[in-house]
């Protein structure tokens, strides 16, 4: 069984900063992309940043410059430094892993349950 969790969320004012990390466990052979994406009330989910595992990174436009991804494989674990935030960033984030559960087994998708990131005013 593997479960992403993430933590790190919280109440923090506009132009403050959070960091949040996503743990993987269980039976994980190997990790490939691991991501956070956000939801917003009334908002459709979407993708905030991935890492991949040589640590190319990718991120919406709307975090450039502010947000940073990263990961410790030793860990089975990323993290999104989220820097000069605004109330805009306000929304559940979820911490997403494409992994192996078996050395041949076809890749799956696994979420974490979220975590609150409210930003204040």
């Known amino acids: 069984q593997v479960q992403l969790v993430e933590s790190g969320g919280g109440l923090v004012q506009a132009g403050g900063s959070l960091r949040l990390s996503c743990a993987a466990s269980?039976?994980?052979?190997?990790?490939?992309?691991m991501g956070w994406y956000r939801q917003a009330p009334g908002k459709q989910r979407e993708l905030v940043a991935l890492i991949a595992t040589s640590g190319s990174t990718n991120y919406a436009d709307s975090v450039k410059g502010r947000f940073t991804i990263s990961r410790d494989n030793a860990k089975n674990t990323t993290y999104l430094e989220m820097n000069s935030l605004t109330p805009e960033d306000t929304a559940v984030y979820y911490c997403n892993a494409d992994l192996l559960v078996a050395p041949l087994a076809a890749p799956l998708v696994y979420w974490g349950q979220g975590t609150q990131v409210t930003v204040s005013s």
């Open positions: 269980g039976s994980i052979f190997s990790i490939n992309a």
